[in-house]
């Protein structure tokens, strides 16, 4: 039998025991009949459509300089247009980050300036048709509609659903705009893809963010990849990594159920159980405790609770590693040893590692790990986070978020009245917006709302157990792609049930055609990120500013006018628009800029002026490659995007902050250590630093946050202005609107959120120490009695969630195979915006499903084969088999970019005439099931099960 070698090492020979990417794609019958780019999409008609005008190519072309609007990497642009026509694009080669490199959707980015598929002008379903209307007409009657609602139920039930799409000033001024309406009923896309990592990481050294930044991966010397699949997800990201393969011989370790084209270029592959990745971890560190490789200086000094985490890790001997995760002892030892000889290293995960009921117990132990080797706040170490969409970071930031105020200032009374005075307005006003009512002592204003993983039993689930006045009876979908969440049936029925829905997008996205509805639904289209100016926060924490690079086209809108125009009809645009300059109905991004740097103290957004971000825009040849430090020009040593925390106001011109909690440097200069914000002891011991601290700090140990009454305790209070003082009496390093508490601090060496240890015990969570705990779903019943699931809950962000009544049920006899999903790199996301680019469309063609060759043969097909695949709650699609030996037998594996079929009916039909992408499919969250973490409801996409059977 002859072998050959494929590009992602796995072999594949004549007789298709097993298929590359592009074999399957020439082999479907898409591709057969010519392709997408053959078949249609040069059609004469859709060209017309397509173009905004003949340019006359002899005339001027003016160069913008753009961010990427797919992924978080944050690549730049260079946009050529010529009579307000965008002809040409490049990738920014002087950019510090993607340097000249670019992945598909990158290189496809300027089909934006064309949009044959985009919603054109204001629509609304009527008697199962579309139907063309003026904006004010369409705001009119949905402004209309959520008042009577409001009025008749009360304001939490309007669910405000927004964007990692948005920009940062977009993104602000959608949670203001949804405050001043009266709920919490708001949430975004990281919800579903890394709020257990914002929730794990924060709790363990203070901010749940990415501490270091993928050019300084330059300087790794081990990097483990865990549920995160670069090459593919995030490819311009995979060009650091290699870098640091080759510059420092970086060892890297992959950890996934898969074999992907990230373990293709790995040193160490090992193949876990899906669910299993804190019995992984454990016994890596296991071997780390056991040969005595941790770092016991660095735990002394800067880690409260390790003990206990080693007693939990003791449990872990390798034959119970082996028996629960499916990794032999000889795996795990390798991964402990690469990951403790090569120092310092960085630990990589992505949504296969958050997705699960289990996400924070995940999250919170690869940063244990990390904390026990101490590749905490060193070049070349930490936990870089890699984020999804281009603005998932920002719009964190910026509390579009159902548990949260903009930076993470949280619910409470402190928090609102906080932003009530940066917003100028009264707090009482602000107060009486929502419903007064208690339940079970909670009330909205202070209580998270229902987030977006669960708006589907916000409607679905009897009122009565719910903790707010009624049910979810208007949805507003703002840049969100349904298809990317569990429950598709559910979400049908849900859609159903709706009063009304309100689609704010560029494209019409899943939710348009898969609601089952036949009447009121509103199409409203909104403009790219071209279409606009502003400000975008890539995964390392830098901001990135944004030119214009084309005319709004067709009868879009920007995000921020929208909103405006809404606020009008509402109500709400007098006291929204305060500060804000509005200018022939677009309010200036630059004021709202100003407007979110006068109160985001916490992370530090405040030192980011417009201008300074827009020195860094027009400068990207100054910053270095790796350090991402301006060498000489007018921004001579900041760190390019100014990253969070950038401390104090923009006067003070920090630099921002490359690496999280580096003590190698001055807090002046970007240092730090980790923060104080659990409190300074717990049952009598000191939760403080020891014998650790910035750079030139006057305090030579842990000191807990700044507050007025500790620089007087220190006797520097005097050193503030007596402006400053006025502003700073009674309030600390958070809420002092003149930021001299924060400017105080840093002068005297100081970083203004205190000195503490990293917590590897987080006691509010409820597992203090993370454990092991089955899936819902799990076919290993064995398992259950040992590490069994939490009880049902009463009531999470307001609704009851199942646990062991779920995983008591034992389905794993109809539905052996586990069920995993994931992303490709041709799209991204919910898929729509990517499959409507003719470009992207044409290099994946067609929904799929990986299945091992022993379980192809075991259940009757052949690769090419259609299938089903059943999720064990009965949700069940239509898609062609891939046999490929990618995947283990016994587990499966849908990408999740897909839609515009449901369940083998095909709804391309019901998009407006000429909207439908070019490449639809089966979503594979019709297959999904039930399941979410505690503490964030975090969806289980990574691991549930399912059946699959020839069609």
């Given at each position: 039998?002859?072998?050959?070698?494929?590009?992602?090492?796995?072999?594949?020979?004549?007789?298709?025991?097993?298929?590359?990417?592009?074999?399957?794609?020439?082999?479907?019958?898409?591709?057969?009949?010519?392709?997408?780019?053959?078949?249609?999409?040069?059609?004469?008609?859709?060209?017309?459509?397509?173009?905004?005008?003949?340019?006359?190519?002899?005339?001027?072309?003016?160069?913008?300089?753009?961010?990427?609007?797919?992924?978080?990497?944050?690549?730049?642009?260079?946009?050529?247009?010529?009579?307000?026509?965008?002809?040409?694009?490049?990738?920014?080669?002087?950019?510090?980050?993607?340097?000249?490199?670019?992945?598909?959707?990158?290189?496809?980015?300027?089909?934006?300036?064309?949009?044959?598929?985009?919603?054109?002008?204001?629509?609304?379903?009527?008697?199962?048709?579309?139907?063309?209307?003026?904006?004010?007409?369409?705001?009119?009657?949905?402004?209309?509609?959520?008042?009577?609602?409001?009025?008749?139920?009360?304001?939490?039930?309007?669910?405000?659903?927004?964007?990692?799409?948005?920009?940062?000033?977009?993104?602000?001024?959608?949670?203001?705009?949804?405050?001043?309406?009266?709920?919490?009923?708001?949430?975004?896309?990281?919800?579903?893809?890394?709020?257990?990592?914002?929730?794990?990481?924060?709790?363990?050294?203070?901010?749940?963010?990415?501490?270091?930044?993928?050019?300084?991966?330059?300087?790794?010397?081990?990097?483990?990849?865990?549920?995160?699949?670069?090459?593919?997800?995030?490819?311009?990201?995979?060009?650091?990594?290699?870098?640091?393969?080759?510059?420092?011989?970086?060892?890297?370790?992959?950890?996934?159920?898969?074999?992907?084209?990230?373990?293709?270029?790995?040193?160490?592959?090992?193949?876990?159980?899906?669910?299993?990745?804190?019995?992984?971890?454990?016994?890596?560190?296991?071997?780390?405790?056991?040969?005595?490789?941790?770092?016991?200086?660095?735990?002394?000094?800067?880690?409260?609770?390790?003990?206990?985490?080693?007693?939990?890790?003791?449990?872990?001997?390798?034959?119970?590693?082996?028996?629960?995760?499916?990794?032999?002892?000889?795996?795990?030892?390798?991964?402990?040893?690469?990951?403790?000889?090569?120092?310092?290293?960085?630990?990589?995960?992505?949504?296969?590692?958050?997705?699960?009921?289990?996400?924070?117990?995940?999250?919170?132990?690869?940063?244990?790990?990390?904390?026990?080797?101490?590749?905490?706040?060193?070049?070349?170490?930490?936990?870089?986070?890699?984020?999804?969409?281009?603005?998932?970071?920002?719009?964190?930031?910026?509390?579009?978020?159902?548990?949260?105020?903009?930076?993470?200032?949280?619910?409470?009374?402190?928090?609102?009245?906080?932003?009530?005075?940066?917003?100028?307005?009264?707090?009482?006003?602000?107060?009486?917006?929502?419903?007064?009512?208690?339940?079970?002592?909670?009330?909205?204003?202070?209580?998270?709302?229902?987030?977006?993983?669960?708006?589907?039993?916000?409607?679905?689930?009897?009122?009565?157990?719910?903790?707010?006045?009624?049910?979810?009876?208007?949805?507003?979908?703002?840049?969100?792609?349904?298809?990317?969440?569990?429950?598709?049936?559910?979400?049908?029925?849900?859609?159903?049930?709706?009063?009304?829905?309100?689609?704010?997008?560029?494209?019409?996205?899943?939710?348009?055609v898969m609601n089952g509805r036949t009447d009121n639904v509103y199409l409203l289209p909104a403009t790219t990120q071209f279409e606009t100016t502003g400000s975008v926060t890539a995964t390392n924490r830098s901001i990135q500013w944004r030119d214009q690079v084309i005319e709004p086209l067709f009868e879009s809108k920007p995000d921020h006018e929208i909103m405006f125009r809404l606020s009008q009809k509402l109500?709400?645009?007098?006291?929204?628009?305060?500060?804000?300059?509005?200018?022939?109905?677009?309010?200036?991004?630059?004021?709202?800029?100003?407007?979110?740097?006068?109160?985001?103290?916490?992370?530090?957004?405040?030192?980011?002026?417009?201008?300074?971000?827009?020195?860094?825009?027009?400068?990207?040849?100054?910053?270095?490659?790796?350090?991402?430090?301006?060498?000489?020009?007018?921004?001579?040593?900041?760190?390019?995007?100014?990253?969070?925390?950038?401390?104090?106001?923009?006067?003070?011109?920090?630099?921002?902050?490359?690496?999280?909690?580096?003590?190698?440097?001055?807090?002046?200069?970007?240092?730090?250590?980790?923060?104080?914000?659990?409190?300074?002891?717990?049952?009598?011991?000191?939760?403080?630093?020891?014998?650790?601290?910035?750079?030139?700090?006057?305090?030579?140990?842990?000191?807990?946050?700044?507050?007025?009454?500790?620089?007087?305790?220190?006797?520097?209070?005097?050193?503030?202005?007596?402006?400053?003082?006025?502003?700073?009496?009674?309030?600390?390093?958070?809420?002092?609107?003149?930021?001299?508490?924060?400017?105080?601090?840093?002068?005297?060496?100081?970083?203004?959120?205190?000195?503490?240890?990293?917590?590897?015990?987080?006691?509010?969570?409820?597992?203090?120490?993370?454990?092991?705990?089955?899936?819902?779903?799990?076919?290993?019943?064995?398992?259950?009695?040992?590490?069994?699931?939490?009880?049902?809950?009463?009531?999470?962000?307001?609704?009851?969630?199942?646990?062991?009544?779920?995983?008591?049920?034992?389905?794993?006899?109809?539905?052996?195979?586990?069920?995993?999903?994931?992303?490709?790199?041709?799209?991204?996301?919910?898929?729509?915006?990517?499959?409507?680019?003719?470009?992207?469309?044409?290099?994946?063609?067609?929904?799929?499903?990986?299945?091992?060759?022993?379980?192809?043969?075991?259940?009757?097909?052949?690769?090419?084969?259609?299938?089903?695949?059943?999720?064990?709650?009965?949700?069940?699609?239509?898609?062609?088999?891939?046999?490929?030996?990618?995947?283990?037998?016994?587990?499966?594996?849908?990408?999740?970019?897909?839609?515009?079929?449901?369940?083998?009916?095909?709804?391309?039909?019901?998009?407006?005439?000429?909207?439908?992408?070019?490449?639809?499919?089966?979503?594979?969250?019709?297959?999904?099931?039930?399941?979410?973490?505690?503490?964030?409801?975090?969806?289980?996409?990574?691991?549930?099960?399912?059946?699959?059977?020839?069609?």
């Open positions: 039998m002859k072998l050959t070698k494929r590009s992602d090492n796995v072999s594949k020979d004549e007789n298709q025991l097993g298929i590359s990417r592009r074999s399957f794609i020439r082999n479907t019958s898409l591709a057969a009949a010519g392709g997408v780019a053959g078949a249609s999409m040069f059609a004469p008609g859709m060209m017309k459509k397509a173009e905004a005008k003949i340019v006359d190519p002899t005339s001027p072309i003016e160069i913008k300089r753009t961010i990427c609007s797919h992924c978080s990497v944050g690549c730049g642009i260079y946009a050529e247009v010529q009579e307000g026509v965008w002809t040409g694009q490049e990738p920014a080669f002087d950019h510090p980050f993607n340097a000249g490199g670019h992945c598909a959707k990158g290189a496809a980015l300027r089909e934006h300036g064309h949009g044959a598929k985009r919603i054109k002008y204001p629509m609304k379903l009527v008697d199962g048709k579309w139907i063309k209307l003026s904006w004010e007409q369409a705001l009119d009657e949905i402004s209309k509609q959520v008042l009577k609602i409001r009025e008749e139920s009360g304001p939490d039930s309007v669910y405000w659903l927004g964007s990692a799409k948005h920009n940062n000033e977009q993104a602000y001024l959608f949670r203001k705009m949804v405050s001043m309406w009266g709920t919490n009923n708001v949430d975004h896309q990281a919800r579903i893809c890394h709020s257990t990592t914002v929730a794990g990481v924060a709790n363990t050294w203070g901010y749940g963010a990415m501490t270091n930044s993928l050019n300084d991966m330059h300087n790794c010397k081990s990097i483990l990849f865990i549920g995160s699949n670069p090459a593919e997800a995030h490819p311009v990201a995979m060009q650091h990594i290699l870098i640091a393969k080759e510059k420092n011989s970086c060892k890297i370790i992959v950890a996934d159920p898969r074999r992907t084209r990230t373990a293709a270029k790995s040193d160490h592959f090992v193949s876990l159980r899906p669910g299993s990745d804190v019995a992984f971890v454990w016994g890596v560190l296991y071997h780390i405790f056991k040969n005595g490789w941790e770092d016991k200086e660095f735990i002394r000094q800067r880690v409260y609770g390790m003990e206990d985490v080693r007693k939990e890790v003791a449990k872990w001997a390798p034959t119970e590693v082996e028996r629960v995760s499916g990794v032999p002892e000889a795996d795990v030892y390798e991964t402990a040893k690469l990951l403790s000889e090569n120092r310092p290293g960085c630990v990589v995960w992505c949504m296969g590692g958050t997705q699960h009921t289990t996400g924070n117990n995940n999250t919170r132990a690869y940063c244990i790990l990390e904390l026990a080797l101490g590749n905490m706040g060193k070049s070349g170490g930490g936990a870089n986070i890699f984020r999804g969409h281009d603005n998932v970071q920002g719009a964190t930031d910026f509390g579009v978020l159902s548990d949260n105020l903009p930076g993470y200032y949280g619910l409470s009374e402190g928090a609102w009245k906080h932003w009530a005075g940066v917003w100028d307005v009264d707090y009482e006003w602000l107060k009486g917006r929502f419903d007064q009512a208690d339940y079970r002592g909670k009330k909205p204003m202070n209580h998270a709302g229902i987030p977006v993983s669960r708006w589907i039993d916000g409607v679905l689930e009897n009122k009565d157990n719910i903790e707010q006045n009624d049910n979810i009876r208007a949805m507003f979908y703002w840049g969100h792609a349904v298809n990317s969440q569990t429950r598709g049936p559910e979400m049908r029925t849900a859609m159903g049930k709706l009063d009304m829905m309100v689609i704010v997008d560029p494209y019409p996205g899943v939710a348009a109500g709400l645009s007098d006291q929204l628009f305060k500060n804000i300059k509005v200018e022939n109905n677009i309010p200036v991004i630059e004021d709202i800029t100003r407007e979110y740097n006068k109160g985001m103290w916490t992370i530090g957004y405040t030192g980011q002026s417009p201008e300074r971000l827009k020195a860094h825009q027009k400068n990207w040849h100054t910053f270095h490659k790796t350090t991402l430090e301006a060498e000489g020009g007018v921004a001579d040593g900041e760190t390019y995007g100014l990253p969070w925390p950038c401390w104090g106001t923009p006067e003070m011109k920090h630099p921002g902050t490359h690496i999280l909690y580096d003590t190698s440097k001055t807090v002046a200069q970007g240092g730090g250590n980790f923060r104080a914000r659990f409190g300074v002891e717990r049952e009598g011991e000191s939760l403080l630093a020891v014998d650790s601290y910035s750079l030139g700090c006057e305090l030579e140990g842990g000191f807990p946050e700044f507050t007025d009454k500790l620089l007087k305790q220190l006797g520097w209070w005097d050193d503030l202005t007596d402006a400053e003082k006025v502003k700073a009496d009674g309030k600390n390093w958070k809420t002092d609107l003149s930021g001299g508490i924060q400017r105080v601090a840093i002068k005297h060496g100081c970083i203004p959120f205190g000195n503490a240890k990293a917590r590897a015990v987080v006691w509010t969570f409820p597992d203090a120490v993370p454990l092991h705990r089955e899936p819902l779903y799990t076919p290993r019943r064995d398992l259950v009695a040992d590490y069994p699931t939490w009880n049902d809950s009463e009531a999470m962000f307001r609704l009851p969630t199942f646990y062991k009544s779920i995983q008591d049920k034992d389905v794993s006899g109809e539905y052996p195979m586990i069920l995993t999903s994931g992303r490709l790199v041709e799209y991204e996301g919910g898929g729509d915006e990517t499959r409507s680019n003719p470009w992207l469309a044409e290099l994946q063609q067609e929904m799929f499903v990986e299945v091992n060759p022993k379980d192809a043969n075991d259940l009757g097909f052949r690769d090419g084969d259609m299938v089903w695949v059943e999720g064990a709650e009965k949700g069940r699609i239509h898609v062609k088999a891939m046999v490929t030996r990618r995947v283990k037998p016994g587990l499966a594996f849908l990408p999740f970019h897909f839609g515009g079929y449901f369940e083998g009916e095909d709804l391309r039909g019901n998009y407006p005439e000429g909207s439908a992408p070019y490449v639809s499919g089966e979503s594979a969250n019709i297959a999904t099931t039930y399941g979410y973490d505690p503490v964030t409801q975090m969806q289980e996409t990574k691991v549930t099960l399912c059946k699959i059977s020839k069609a």
